[in-house]
């Protein structure tokens, strides 16, 4: 038989790769779907790539490679015999087959038990072999089996390299000395003991000093007085007061040097007369939050109880449209956006309608397309496969001694995250996150993966109207922006309860001087109308320059929309900073209609009696070292901490030096993205060399590119990442040049230059000049233009792809916050589908009983059809 198997895999032996370091095995989840080793089909990992795939989709990565041995892998769960041994470790045939998996969450260990079995699977005759079989096997074979089985899985590989350093137990924690003093700290009203500073205060655990921590750059954050008093008693340890919570606390060690864990921390701080559990008020179920120093617990303690409907019996949905996504630890910032924007038409249509195309023209390694994992998560949410009722009751004992199918409860988006947090500082962590921040990130992904098919993002882009208004000459100019999100200022000022939260902070300020309980919290309430006006209010302009005095003046800003968008998101600026550059949450309510007609925000263009300011260009103002050194551009501004950041990751570092100057020192990201795209290139390590370009010709340029050199064609990945955003390439030629190829300073210039008709012939000219070969592409035409103008491709093929029309919309979905930051807390959204509001907590989903409209962070309003 040992020969027969030989023989078999004989021809095969080439396409068998043992895994090496750095090699990700996919041992857990599908690269197509969400199936598992727990799913029906098990799950299928290719012995060659290390790709996992359930049996839907192993035949497609069969076809497409030519790879034939797979490994096939099945966890059978059972419901424990009744009489078992509580608390027992699931029982296991084969140890070795899911080594670093884990028993999915759903089941409890005390309850359940669990049978693995593993087995090569030939095709395209699906020819099986039962593992292990060390002595039947050839060697090569029985090695790679191993280690696919013994690797780490890639999510945990992916964990342990985070960016974040895991923190360690102090070795301090065990036997911290703690004096008997008498010291009890108080709920609120801290200060530090050597200075007035009531933030970033630190209680040390010996004797119960409350100090300030560190200063920061510019000056803010504390004195160090907490630093200074472990040099002088040598006190190791200390806790951030404001985040302490049931589930731990922020704890230092002076002595390590870095943050550190205390597993004694709740016998630590009850000596001082702190209990962690009386901080629940503060918490959810997650855990995934801080306290506030400055707001008391109680109006946290209304704020998560209203939004998560606690208290009311809500009934579960199940089915298409009903699936929850499962919070991987401070990810559910991520999970209440896809679940709105996947309950959109245009993002279902372009991901989940065009599953197949996309899967089937889906790269080698779909886990690293963006597309594939759309689809992919787009379809784990409306199939339904994963939000199913559980078993009747009736079918209870008939189940019993069968092997358990059980239901999923959700779908867990690891790869998805992987792949769009992939180069982002924030969005690779494991803390909490903004979810607006996310929403801009996810869009701009899309952006970047829609060339040559549908853009769902389309239907939030829109063009916003500025006026600005020279305060001395009067005379103005109309400039057109894109934008995806209306920012509703929060004016407490106009709250309708001001005297109410007048007296509210006399009694907080008095209490926290005389170290008693604050009172009584008070929520502001805001008029949606006052929101609204803010949002039109005139707005001073810092450092205006006033073409028409030819100096810098005093200007304001005012803002209507141009067009307006298909769907229409709002986020309310909820969110301001402390003294320690923390955000903060503004504790407001803001009644939220559910009909929005803004149609009399829409922008006029220029009124008659109005005259414009004169179209030039302020002066280049240049450092002294620059003008005098003629071979400035051998110095180019680099952002080396940004090269380092890459560096870091394993590439080199003049690949990373060059990756940030050719995406503009715009941060990390986008030169990562670069790096991927030239990695390949026999020049990717070579150190960065310009060209030298001609002197300015002033003569030939037209008024908005004075100054700058003809020659100076820029870098085609900066031209291709502005035409994404849907600006023409002439005007984004023009745009780089005037801007010393600096990507943001190009978006500034291309709202505050639009290309207007009469400079079409010089703006050919200069394009001509620059690349003869690139077609005449359309021109990003920003004139002046009345109310009834509509801006869409079909009408205006001139502007960048917007969709215009009413301005009348109605609310359909918003995300809440709950929480004192937006680097803590936890969100949840509530979408109304078929008539009633459906509210998506994690992985559970229930019909709403009260949604809390007052209470949201984002809003999403659809038009209404003009019917």
Not at 155 to 160: A, I, L, N
Not at 839 to 867: A, M, Q, T, W
Request: with cysteine; hydrophobic share 35%.
């Amino acid at each position: 038989m040992a020969a027969d198997l030989g023989e078999l895999l004989v021809p095969y032996m080439p396409t068998i790769r043992v895994p090496r370091t750095g090699d990700r095995v996919f041992k857990s989840e599908c690269a197509f779907s969400y199936d598992s080793p727990e799913s029906e089909g098990g799950l299928y990992v290719c012995m060659n790539t290390f790709l996992g795939f359930g049996r839907e989709h192993v035949e497609r990565h069969y076809r497409k490679t030519g790879q034939s041995v797979y490994m096939h892998l099945k966890r059978h769960v059972k419901e424990k015999s009744p009489g078992a041994a509580g608390g027992a470790i699931p029982r296991r045939r084969n140890g070795k087959v899911f080594l670093d998996l884990e028993l999915n969450r759903d089941f409890n260990g005390d309850e359940y038990e669990c049978e693995d079995e593993a087995k090569l699977v030939i095709f395209p005759d699906h020819y099986e072999i039962p593992l292990p079989n060390i002595e039947e096997l050839p060697a090569l074979v029985t090695i790679a089996c191993d280690a696919v089985l013994n690797a780490v899985s890639a999510y945990k590989k992916q964990e342990h390299d985070s960016w974040e350093e895991e923190i360690q137990t102090s070795k301090h924690s065990r036997g911290l000395r703690q004096l008997d003093n008498g010291v009890r700290i108080p709920p609120s009203g801290w200060k530090c003991q050597k200075c007035e500073m009531r933030e970033n205060l630190w209680l040390n655990l010996t004797d119960g000093s409350v100090l300030c921590g560190k200063w920061f750059f510019d000056g803010a954050g504390g004195n160090g007085h907490a630093l200074e008093h472990y040099k002088e008693t040598k006190f190791p340890l200390a806790v951030k007061l404001d985040n302490i919570t049931p589930d731990g606390a922020d704890i230092y060690s002076f002595d390590e040097e870095e943050a550190v864990l205390d597993p004694q921390i709740s016998e630590h701080l009850q000596h001082f007369g702190i209990d962690m559990l009386q901080m629940q008020r503060n918490g959810t179920e997650n855990g995934h939050h801080n306290t506030d120093n400055s707001n008391d617990a109680r109006p946290r303690v209304s704020e998560w109880e209203v939004i998560q409907e606690a208290g009311m019996k809500l009934k579960a949905v199940y089915g298409s449209g009903f699936t929850g996504i499962k919070n991987l630890g401070n990810s559910c910032y991520l999970g209440t956006t896809m679940q709105v924007l996947f309950s959109i038409p245009e993002f279902q249509r372009a991901y989940v309608g065009n599953l197949q195309r996309i899967f089937d023209y889906s790269p080698l390694d779909p886990t690293t397309d963006f597309n594939t994992q759309m689809a992919k998560l787009g379809h784990g949410l409306l199939s339904g496969l994963f939000s199913k009722p559980p078993i009747k009751s009736e079918l209870i004992e008939q189940v019993m001694k069968e092997e358990h199918k059980h239901q999923p409860k959700g779908i867990s988006p690891k790869m998805f995250k992987a792949l769009i947090s992939r180069g982002h500082p924030e969005f690779s962590s494991n803390r909490q996150q903004d979810a607006h921040e996310f929403f801009l990130h996810l869009i701009n992904l899309v952006e970047r993966n829609s060339a040559g098919s549908e853009n769902p993002s389309d239907v939030f882009r829109h063009l916003v109207e500025e006026r600005v208004q020279c305060c001395q000459t009067k005379r103005v100019r109309y400039t057109h922006k894109v934008d995806y999100v209306m920012q509703l200022p929060a004016p407490m000022e106009a709250a309708s309860n001001r005297e109410e939260l007048i007296a509210y902070e006399a009694k907080r300020k008095e209490a926290e001087e005389n170290m008693r309980a604050p009172p009584e919290p008070v929520r502001a309430r805001i008029p949606f109308t006052a929101c609204l006006q803010a949002f039109t209010e005139p707005e001073n302009v810092p450092d205006f320059w006033s073409s028409a005095l030819q100096a810098k003046s005093a200007g304001v800003k005012t803002s209507r929309f141009a067009s307006f968008p298909e769907y229409l998101v709002m986020q309310i600026k909820k969110f301001t900073f402390g003294v320690d550059w923390v955000p903060k949450k503004l504790d407001l309510s803001i009644e939220v209609p559910d009909f929005l007609d803004l149609s009399r925000f829409r922008g006029t263009g220029l009124q008659a009696g109005e005259e414009e300011l004169p179209d030039l260009a302020p002066p280049i103002v240049l450092p002294e070292d620059t003008r005098d050194n003629s071979n400035s551009s051998d110095s180019p501004e680099i952002d080396e901490s940004a090269a380092m950041q890459l560096a870091e990751m394993g590439f080199p570092l003049e690949a990373c030096r060059k990756a940030v100057y050719y995406t503009g020192n715009m941060g990390p990201e986008m030169a990562f993205n670069w790096i991927i795209a030239h990695m390949e290139e026999p020049d990717f390590a070579e150190p960065l060399a310009l060209p030298s370009f001609m002197e300015p010709a002033t003569s030939m340029a037209s008024p908005g590119l004075a100054g700058t050199p003809l020659d100076n064609q820029p870098p085609e990945e900066s031209i291709a990442i502005l035409t994404s955003m849907g600006f023409p390439r002439r005007h984004t030629v023009q745009a780089l040049r005037a801007s010393n190829n600096n990507l943001e300073r190009a978006l500034d210039w291309i709202f505050t230059h639009p290309e207007r008709e009469e400079d079409e012939e010089t703006s050919d000219a200069l394009s001509d000049m620059a690349d003869t070969t690139e077609p005449n592409d359309n021109v990003f035409s920003n004139a002046n233009t009345n109310s009834d103008s509509t801006l869409s491709p079909d009408q205006d093929p001139s502007g960048p792809r917007v969709k215009d029309g009413p301005g009348r919309y109605e609310l359909f979905a918003f995300i809440s916050h709950m929480g004192a930051s937006t680097m803590s807390g936890h969100y949840i959204c509530h979408v109304k589908k078929e008539g009633r509001w459906v509210i998506f907590n994690d992985h559970k989903v229930c019909l709403s009983e009260r949604p809390p409209k007052d209470l949201g962070y984002i809003y999403f309003y659809r038009r209404l059809s003009s019917r």
